[in-house]
């Protein structure tokens, strides 16, 4: 899927490229100012298989969450710049040539690796919740 593709649906999936397993089957898109700026906050919890993709974004904070999260920095064409874990309270790296911010639970920090190339396909008719 093309950005602008991307831009216009509420859900996508997210696999590696180089494993071939699925990273995120229920990734939400955050379209609007409202789901950019609230994001993950004040949800308890992350299910393996659900996150939230932001575009046109260099940089995350973790204010006001409750767990730690695997932040995937990506460019434009899916390929990670850099994968850290972020504990609560903190303020993720400005990372150069980002352009899209991958949340992911936790775990899935061991599935990624930096220039992996990340496969995005259009989800329709799922429910809109992350938990």
Not at 98 to 120: G, H, N, R, S
Request: a positive charge; charged letters at 20%; aromatic letters at 10%.
């Amino acid at each position: 899927m093309t950005k602008n593709e991307i831009r216009h649906v509420r859900w996508v999936s997210i696999s590696n490229q180089r494993t071939g397993e699925v990273i995120g089957s229920h990734v939400k898109v955050a379209r609007t100012f409202w789901q950019r700026f609230k994001g993950l906050m004040g949800t308890t919890t992350l299910a393996i298989g659900r996150g939230m993709l932001f575009p046109h974004t260099n940089s995350v904070h973790m204010f006001f969450m409750h767990y730690p999260l695997c932040v995937v920095y990506l460019t434009r064409d899916f390929v990670v710049l850099r994968r850290v874990v972020l504990k609560p309270w903190r303020i993720g790296p400005i990372i150069k040539g980002t352009y899209w911010i991958l949340e992911l639970p936790e775990p899935v920090a061991k599935q990624i690796m930096e220039t992996d190339t990340l496969i995005v396909t259009g989800m329709i008719d799922i429910d809109d919740e992350l938990n």
